[in-house]
């Protein structure tokens, strides 16, 4: 009797600790894909890296397969105001991925978070971009110079531009303020580049790589190295998915949350089709001047 009930006592331990093991490996396996000898680093200033074969076909198609229907003509923020605006300074389109959508998304989201050593909830959402012939981002920061724009989470610090197609001709991120090193770490061959790509540091896009580079100095000010530009794409089609990376968490302001409220009925399904970060001002607002529904927007 006695040999009978520990065998299925050591029984019942083997299969808790198989379902330990299982749960933390699924934890832990998009962390481990990260091989930091495949990352390298092209400029330091601005600090910036490059890791080939990041993303795999099948994310890169995933990626690619969720944006292809809701793309819209990207926008950039107003300097002053921090307005989502249309400009000439950035012709192509683009959507956002909520936050851990899918598994596959958030296996990515692990991935980046393990590579740049900053945490998961300091992310925005993933923009996926396409541009098409002659589309282009003219050379811009990611940090900004308004109040609305920082006041979830902080500065950006980072952003990391994940290449989802190659490009025959053009569509380089360029640092044109980058200071030039003797040795670029990419080996890239000025013939391979465009007019645009020679204007400084430049990254060819390549399915599957991404590109960390930093906006911040170590000291948290701000770094001017750190413009950037999306080069023309000349032949081909450039499709890229962007991660800015801030300073504190991405989803709460930090503040006054005696006042937890919604201020419109219509809230919560505004924040379900992704107002929250599309119209940032008026859902969530500012630390001085909160806005109409920072409950549903999670951030207090
Ligand atoms: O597409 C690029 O190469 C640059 C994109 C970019 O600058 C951005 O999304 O902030």
Redesign the pocket.
Known sequence: MRSASSKSSLLVLVVVLLLLTLLYDHNSCNASLIDPTKSKQISWKPRAFVYRGFLTDQECDHLISLAKSELKRSQVADNLSGKSTLSEVRT?SGMFIAKGKDSIVSGIEDKLAAWTFLPKENGEDI?V?R?EHGQK?DP?Y?YFTDKVNIARGGHRIA?V?MYLTDVVKG???VFPAAEETSHRGLNIMDEDLSDCGRRGIA?K?RRGDA?LFFSLHPDATTDPNSL????PVIEGE?W?A?K?IHVAHFDKIYGNDSDCKDQNDSCERWAALGECTKNSEYMVGTTDLPGYCRRSCNVC
């Open positions: 192509s923009q971009l541009y981002y811009h990611d952003t531009l569509g380089e991120t990254v896009p590109l950037h530009a999306g080069c450039k890229s962007t800015w």
